[in-house]
C-alpha cells in the first residue's frame, strides 16, 4: 500500500511511496501524530542519488519485520534535503556536533517538539565495522524513551540550547583586504596536492570555488602561483575519471586522491560550476582543454539535464543496470578491455584501452575501468582516431540501462546554470546556449516566482513545490540573471536580479548585517538556519555577497553596496584559516577590492566592443550593452553614455572613477585585463 509520501513531487519522496513503513513528508501534522501516540519522531534525510540512501532504503525500510517495528513504535518522517536545506541543515549541525561527522543518509530521532536526542547516518541491517544493527538502535531508542524519558527531554534541551548560541553576529570580522586574500592563498598552497592537483587527499572534491578564487587573485595581483594551482587542477579532473571521457560532465568527487575513480552519481550544481570554471580559465589562458571541457560540459547539462519545461534536473543517480541485471554503481560508464574489444575489433580496443587506461585488472571493481586520459597532453597523439573510437565508445554505451534522472528544479542551481550557459555561449559563440540559458531562467520566472516575486524552491514537471526558497536560491538565481543580462543586453534580468536581492535585505539579513539562511517569516525549526561556508555549492551567505556586490555596481545602489560589505566581514575571518570552504566568499572579496568595474558599451549587444568586455579578466566586473536611446532605462550604467561619433563605445569606471572611453576594443581589453 502507498504510504503519504505518493501525493508529494520530490523524485526522492516518491521512491519511498510504496515501502512498508508509513512515511509521513515533513509537517506539524507528522509532529501531531506523534504527539497524540506519545511517540518519538524517526527523521530520515536522503536524496534521490545518494547510493548509501539507496542501500539503506533497500536493507531496512524494504523489511516488513523492519517497517512494523518502526509503525509501531515511531512516526516515521521522510525528507529530501534538496526540497528542505533548511531542515537538512539544522539537524546536520547537530549530527556533527554530537558525532563529529555527517552524511546521507541521516538518520536522527526527534521529541514531538522537533528536538533531536539521538543521531547517525546509515545503520547496517546486521552490526558490522562497530556499528550496531539499525534494529538494535530502534530498540536502544525505544527502551531510552520508554524508561529514561527525563533524561532524553534534558539531553534534547541541552542539544537546542547549543546550537541557538552557534548564531553568528555580522560583521563577524574586518572586511578582507590585501593582508587576508594573501593568508588565503598561502594556505591554499600548503593544502596543495602538487602530484595530483586539488586541496587534501581522499576523497578529494572538485574544488570549482576555489579555482574561481584562484583566478579572480590571479587576475588582480599577476600571481602565478595562482594561476598554476588553478590551471593544473583543472588539467588533471579533466584527465581523470572524475570526467565522463565519452560524454562530458562531472562526477560528484573521486574516492582517492588521484581523481581516479569517481562517486559515479552526476550532480546539476557540480556541472554548472565546473562549467564556469573552465569558461574563466580559458578566458584567462586560452587552453584548448579548458575550451573543450566548458563545451562539453554545457553539452552533456543540456543533453542530459534538460527538462520538456526548459530547466535543468537535479542529478543523474550514480547506480544503474549491469550485463547480469544487477543494480550496481558505475554500471553505465565503466569498461572492460573485453567489452572494448566488442564494440571496437582488436586493434582500436588495444589503442583504446592505451589511451583511456582500460587494464586487464581494471580500475574500479570486478576488472572494470574508469574511462581516463593515462598520458600527458604532449603525448596525445592522433586526434582524429580518438575522436572515431570515442563516437564508436559513445554510442555502444547509449545502448546500456541509463542512470535514473531526479527530474526536479532546484532554483538555485538552475540560476548557477545559466550564469555557466550565458557565459559559455557568450564565449565561444554558441547563442544555442544562452537560449537554453534564457529558457531556464523563462521557467524560474513562471514558475518559481510565480505572482508574487518570492522564490520557491523547487519544481516538478512545471508544476512550484510547497517548500520556500532560502537564500541560496535568491543569491544564485540573482547570479544566474545578472550573468544573463550582462550577455543578452536585456535588462530585464536586472530588474529580476533586483527583486530578489530586495527580498534578500527585507527578510534574510538581521540587524547586524548577518545573513539567514531563511526568510524572517519561514516554518520556524529549532534554531534559524545560518551558514556561511561553502560545500559543494556556494553558501546562501557568500552567493548573495556577490549578487548585492555585482547588482550594487551595475545601479549604484548603496544599500546593496553596503550589504555586500556587511556580508563579506565573514570572509575576512574564515577566509586566512579556511580558504577551502569559503572559497566563493573569497572570490567576492577579490571583485570588491578590484572595485569591481563597470563597464558600459554603447553599442551592438554581440558586436566586437561587447564580446570585448565579456572576456575581460577583472574580478567580478560587470558589462551593460545597449545601442537604443532607451538602452538606459534598462541599464543605469549606460544612461548619458552615448556612442562617440555614432561609433560603439566603452566606458570603464572603478571606485567612483572612469577612464576616458574608448572605442578600440585592443585599448578596452587593456583596461579588463586585471
Avoid at 570580522?173 to 586541496?199: I, V
Avoid at 541485471?325 to 582500436?348: I, M
Avoid at 514537471?461 to 532560502?470: C, I, L
Avoid at 550577455?487 to 527578510?507: N, S
Wanted: aromatic fraction near 8%; proline fraction near 5%; include cysteine.
Amino acid at each position: 500500500m502507498a504510504n503519504r509520501l505518493a501525493q508529494t513531487t520530490s523524485p526522492y519522496l516518491l521512491q519511498h511511496a510504496d515501502n512498508p513503513v508509513d512515511w509521513w513528508p515533513w509537517s506539524p501534522e507528522a509532529f501531531e501524530e506523534a504527539r497524540r501516540r506519545g511517540v518519538p519522531v524517526l527523521l530520515s534525510v536522503g536524496y534521490a542519488s545518494c547510493h548509501w540512501c539507496h542501500v539503506m532504503a533497500h536493507e531496512s525500510f524494504e523489511d516488513p519485520a523492519v517497517a512494523d517495528y518502526l509503525n509501531a513504535h515511531f512516526v516515521p518522517v521522510k525528507v529530501d534535503r534538496e526540497e528542505r536545506p533548511d531542515v537538512d541543515a539544522v539537524y546536520m549541525e547537530a549530527v556533527q556536533a554530537a558525532t563529529g561527522q555527517g552524511g546521507w543518509p541521516m538518520t536522527v530521532f526527534l521529541t514531538d517538539d522537533a528536538e533531536p536526542f539521538y543521531f547517525g547516518t546509515y545503520f547496517p541491517p546486521e552490526p558490522r565495522h562497530g556499528m550496531p544493527s539499525f534494529q538494535q538502535v530502534l530498540e536502544g531508542v525505544v527502551a531510552a524513551w520508554t524508561d529514561r524519558r527525563e533524561e532524553v527531554a534534558e539531553v534534547a534541551g541541552r542539544i537546542v540550547r547549543d546550537l541557538a548560541g552557534r548564531s553568528l553576529a555580522g560583521g563577524e570580522g574586518a572586511l578582507p583586504g590585501e593582508p587576508e586574500l594573501a593568508q588565503a592563498l598561502l594556505r591554499l598552497t600548503r593544502d596543495y596536492d602538487e602530484k595530483h592537483g586539488g586541496f587534501g587527499g581522499a576523497p578529494k572534491f572538485p574544488p570549482s570555488m576555489v579555482i574561481e578564487f584562484l583566478l579572480r587573485h590571479h587576475a588582480r595581483t599577476g600571481s602565478e602561483g595562482a594561476l598554476q594551482m588553478a590551471a593544473d587542477s583543472c588539467a588533471a579532473m579533466a584527465r581523470g575519471g572524475i570526467y565522463d571521457q565519452l560524454g562530458g560532465g562531472f562526477a560528484r568527487y573521486a574516492v582517492d586522491g588521484e581523481w581516479t575513480v569517481p562517486h559515479f552519481e552526476k550532480m546539476l550544481y557540480d556541472n554548472a560550476l565546473l562549467c564556469r570554471v573552465y569558461a574563466h580559465l580559458w578566458r584567462a589562458t586560452g587552453s584548448d582543454l579548458a575550451r573543450r571541457v566548458a563545451l562539453e560540459t554545457a553539452d552533456f547539462m543540456v543533453r542530459e539535464l534538460r527538462t520538456t519545461e526548459g530547466g535543468f534536473a537535479s542529478a543523474l543517480d550514480a547506480d544503474s543496470e549491469d550485463e547480469r541485471g544487477r543494480h550496481v554503481e558505475g554500471a553505465f560508464y565503466v569498461w572492460t578491455p573485453a567489452q572494448l574489444r566488442e564494440v571496437l575489433g582488436e586493434e582500436d580496443a588495444a589503442f583504446a584501452a592505451d589511451h583511456f587506461g582500460v587494464t586487464e585488472e581494471g580500475t574500479f571493481e570486478e576488472g572494470s575501468s574508469v574511462l581516463r586520459l593515462v598520458r600527458t597532453a604532449e603525448e596525445d597523439t592522433d586526434a582524429d582516431r580518438v575522436a572515431d573510437v570515442r563516437a564508436r565508445l559513445l554510442a555502444a554505451r547509449e545502448l546500456r540501462v541509463r542512470p535514473e534522472r531526479d527530474d526536479k528544479i532546484v532554483a538555485a542551481w538552475n540560476g548557477l546554470a545559466i550564469a555557466a550557459l550565458a557565459e559559455t555561449g557568450a564565449y565561444f559563440d554558441r547563442p544555442d546556449l544562452v537560449e537554453r540559458a534564457t529558457e531556464a531562467a523563462d521557467l524560474l520566472v513562471r514558475v518559481h516566482m510565480g505572482d508574487v516575486a518570492r522564490l520557491c524552491r523547487t519544481s516538478k514537471d512545471g508544476r512550484a513545490g510547497e517548500n520556500s526558497g532560502v537564500l541560496e536560491d535568491y543569491g544564485d538565481v540573482a547570479e544566474g540573471f545578472l550573468a544573463l543580462a550582462s550577455v543578452t543586453g536585456e535588462g530585464a534580468w536586472l530588474d529580476f536580479a533586483g527583486f530578489l536581492l530586495d527580498i534578500v535585505l527585507e527578510r534574510f539579513t538581521g540587524e547586524g548585517g548577518q545573513l539567514f539562511d531563511t526568510a524572517d517569516d519561514a516554518e520556524r525549526l529549532i534554531r534559524r538556519p545560518q551558514d556561511p561556508t561553502d560545500s559543494a555549492t556556494p553558501a546562501g551567505w557568500t552567493a548573495a555577497a556577490g549578487a548585492l556586490l555585482s547588482y550594487a555596481a551595475h545601479t549604484g545602489s548603496e544599500a546593496h553596496r553596503t550589504a555586500a560589505e556587511g556580508a563579506l566581514g565573514i570572509v575576512g575571518a574564515l577566509g586566512p584559516k579556511a580558504p577551502r570552504f569559503i572559497g566563493w566568499g573569497l572570490a567576492v572579496a577579490e571583485a570588491l577590492l578590484d572595485g569591481p568595474r563597470e563597464v558600459a558599451v554603447a553599442g551592438p549587444v554581440g558586436g566586437e566592443l561587447h564580446r570585448t568586455a565579456l572576456l575581460g579578466r577583472a574580478p567580478g566586473a560587470v558589462v551593460a550593452a545597449g545601442e537604443t536611446a532607451d538602452a538606459g532605462t534598462e541599464f543605469p550604467l549606460l544612461v548619458d553614455r552615448p556612442m562617440a561619433g555614432g561609433e560603439p563605445t566603452a566606458y570603464v569606471c572603478r571606485h567612483f572613477v572612469c577612464d576616458a572611453p574608448t572605442t578600440d576594443a585592443e585599448e578596452l581589453a587593456g583596461k579588463l585585463g586585471g
